[in-house]
């Protein structure tokens, strides 16, 4: 059965904005059928799979414009110029989401630079909205439901809203009770922590005996209502992207770095092993070969030793002991394709040792070819090196 994805949903409040990262936020963490709130500052703020940002009804104007059929496709470069009697400010300053519903664009504005600012400080915590809303899109159009939303209520009533300060939801304010229609407010939408301040019996004296506290014990935890209008539109869509909890994984971060740090040394360590093995070796293969071609220019010992073992060129050298005589009698046994490097030939009491760059298996018919002169043993002696040593009958 799969698992609930978790949503985060953000209800920055009026006052707070324009926010920054020791701002407070109240918050909702949705996991399936669970439901955590509380209230952090924006760099502090739960991690979660999904975000939704809320913004302050106040903050949101909603209207309806009518647009030609075939204006549809350029509604969002026709629509600031549909709106220029309405707005207060110049309609560039406005960030504009739509949705038609049947004939009708219906429209939300919000102002560009705070709803930028809002998310530029989110992003810098690592929280980026998925989805943005008008917080009042959680209750239902028919303006029967009052929104509690920390410094006001919220109302809708069509495409449109109302919205009416208040710095306490004890009593109704007074735009509201004057602004009232044939059908008042039926329910009010507060959470459990803030019911207990209201005073009923005067909210009942001004909205009628009717009115109740809407069942639901957390508005904001409520579905998106249908005809919400997502904010997240044109410059500020949200896309692909991946919420991740950047201060919690500061700790991962850092052991990360440290075990890159390690790999990065013990790296360098080995290479410089390997590489002091191999100038060892090639001091030993140059030793070899002036004791075995005394006054010969070196170049490359390893390739002028096969040359000469091959007979490419004249081998004839002062051999002044049994033993060097022992070694080139012996030598040309120990060469070998190309493919496998001898980087070593020594000959010590009696034995001729001889240093190959591979791996055991890939001289095993060398290995059988020598048996008929001698004892044959391999060993391994460093990674990649294999050292076989031939006892003469």
Avoid at 87 to 106: I, K, M, N, R, S
Avoid at 238 to 247: A, F, R, T, V
Avoid at 317 to 322: G, L, R, T
Wanted: net charge negative.
């Amino acid at each position: 059965m799969p698992t609930a994805v978790t949503t985060l949903r953000l209800f920055p409040n009026e006052s707070a904005l324009p926010a920054s990262l020791t701002t407070e936020i109240e918050w909702r963490l949705l996991d399936g059928v669970h439901t955590r709130s509380g209230y952090s500052t924006v760099e502090q703020l739960p991690a979660a799979e999904r975000i939704e940002l809320f913004l302050p009804p106040a903050r949101v104007l909603r209207t309806v414009v009518n647009l030609p059929a075939s204006a549809r496709k350029q509604a969002r470069k026709l629509l600031p110029f549909a709106l220029d009697q309405i707005l207060l400010g110049e309609p560039t300053e406005q960030h504009l989401a739509y949705a038609f519903v049947d004939e009708e664009c219906q429209l939300a504005a919000v102002q560009r630079n705070v709803l930028a600012e809002l998310l530029n400080t989110l992003s810098q915590a690592g929280r980026r909205p998925r989805a943005s809303w008008s917080a009042d899109m959680l209750v239902p159009a028919d303006g029967s439901v009052l929104l509690w939303c920390g410094n006001g209520w919220a109302r809708r009533e069509g495409a449109g809203a109302q919205w009416f300060d208040a710095p306490s939801p004890t009593q109704p304010p007074a735009l509201l009770t004057a602004s009232l229609g044939e059908q008042p407010p039926s329910a009010l939408a507060i959470s459990a922590e803030h019911a207990s301040d209201l005073d009923m019996a005067a909210w009942q004296t001004a909205l009628g005996d009717d009115l109740r506290i809407l069942d639901h014990e957390d508005p904001l935890s409520l579905p998106i209502q249908r005809d919400a209008i997502d904010l997240m539109q044109g410059e500020f869509a949200s896309g692909p992207q991946l919420d991740l909890d950047w201060p919690k994984l500061r700790a991962t971060a850092y052991l990360a770095g440290a075990v890159l740090v390690l790999a990065t040394a013990a790296w360098a360590g080995q290479w410089w092993s390997w590489r002091a093995e191999e100038k060892a070796l090639k001091h030993e293969m140059n030793s070899a070969f002036l004791a075995a071609f005394p006054g010969t220019p070196i170049v490359d010992a390893q390739l002028q030793l096969q040359t000469k073992l091959q007979g490419k060129t004249d081998t004839t050298a002062p051999v002044n002991d049994a033993a060097l005589a022992k070694l080139l009698t012996l030598a040309p046994r120990f060469t070998t394709n190309a493919d496998i490097k001898l980087v070593g030939l020594s000959y010590l009491e009696g034995r001729i040792s001889a240093e190959y760059q591979t791996k055991p298996d890939q001289i095993a018919g060398l290995v059988q070819s020598l048996q008929s002169l001698g004892k044959v043993e391999t060993t391994n002696t460093t990674p990649g090196h294999v050292r076989l040593t031939l006892t003469p009958k």
